[in-house]
């Protein structure tokens, strides 16, 4: 089965092909990290706007690449929700409308499911069931996943969630967007024994997380030092040490408490060098997998991908299209 895959839920447009029997045939994708970096943060409307120019372009990028044609596909994908609700529309109305005129079923496919299930497309692709830590955008969850749609929600986030805490630090840092690769390529600076910021939750009993206060007492620093280049980068890698320690105790205890032995990472924290860099030391006995680096954040392969495997679940599709922008996806 031949699926198309659309991602359009942010400021990145993705494009894939999934063949259930040759694997990604072909990607493409547009970043509009240069046009939000000159307001600092994603403009919605802007994003809209882009996704509309650069997502039929894509499409027949993609087709090209692999050499097949729109009558060659068999299901569309699309990006469902959750994300921004104006850009979500244009691949749920783009992918809606080639299902109309191809006559082909459409699927809308939950974004963290995507993120979720990226790893798989790595090899080695990690066998069901395991634990996962998502850290994607606003969420950071642990989750055990025994199947594809069987998913159990272990921990969350209370408040800030890893990402959005390692965007609005850089930000109180001055350094641009994406702030979270900026402060993680800043924190490679700095001193890591120079600051030390506390581990939120890090020895509670449960497996969840929260970040904002670890957010004020980046800010608290922030303004009790000199506003020079080292102490800004020492800043930095004591934030970074504050969170990484955190994602991989309670991922480490994750995993034992399941009694699994595999741990998935994605999202796109899940390229941060360092986190990479603790689990390998610290994963004795567990197997740690990761998406490729191309596929950490938004793209339209994991979209693709995870909707080949509903479609192969037998999932209904879609009955004229709609969209989500807020959706759970233990609700889903």
């Not at 459409?106 to 990226?118: A, D, P, T, W, Y």
């Not at 609005?168 to 800043?186: E, M, V």
């Not at 581990?199 to 970040?211: N, Q, Y």
């Amino acid at each position: 089965m031949l699926v198309l895959g659309i991602e359009t839920s942010c400021d990145e447009t993705g494009v894939a092909l999934y063949d259930t029997d040759r694997g990604l045939l072909s990607h493409a994708l547009h970043t509009q990290i240069a046009m939000h970096g000159e307001y600092g943060g994603v403009v919605p409307e802007l994003a809209s706007r882009d996704h509309i120019r650069r997502v039929i372009p894509l499409v027949r990028e993609v087709l090209d690449k692999s050499g097949r044609s729109l009558p060659d596909i068999d299901g569309i994908a699309y990006t469902k929700g959750p994300g921004l609700a104006g850009a979500l529309l244009v691949g749920a109305s783009v992918g809606a409308s080639l299902g109309f005129a191809l006559k082909k079923p459409v699927i809308g496919v939950h974004h963290l499911e995507g993120h979720l299930l990226s790893p798989l497309l790595a090899k080695p692709a990690p066998d069901f069931p395991f634990v996962a830590l998502l850290v994607s955008g606003g969420h950071t969850q642990l989750i055990r996943v025994e199947a594809m749609g069987n998913y159990v929600l272990l921990g969350d986030t209370l408040d800030d969630a890893a990402g959005e805490a390692f965007d609005k630090t850089a930000k109180l840092l001055g350094l641009g967007y994406p702030g979270g690769a900026a402060l993680s390529r800043l924190a490679e600076k700095g001193d890591t024994a120079r600051f030390r910021l506390p581990r939120p939750m890090l020895g509670s009993a449960d497996l969840d997380f929260s970040f904002s206060g670890l957010k004020t007492a980046a800010l608290t620093l922030v303004r009790s030092q000199e506003d020079d280049g080292q102490t800004r980068a020492d800043i930095a890698r004591a934030f970074q040490d504050a969170i990484v320690e955190v994602l991989v105790k309670k991922s480490l205890d994750a995993v034992r408490q399941c009694g699994l032995s595999r741990l998935v990472v994605a999202g796109g924290v899940s390229a941060n060098s360092e986190l990479r860099k603790r689990l390998a030391a610290g994963a004795r006995g567990v197997e740690v997998y990761y998406p490729d680096l191309e596929f950490c954040t938004d793209n339209g392969a994991m979209i693709a991908f995870a909707g080949a495997m509903r479609y192969l679940m037998g999932a209904a599709p879609e009955n004229g299209f709609s969209v989500r922008a807020r959706w759970d996806l233990f609700g889903a």
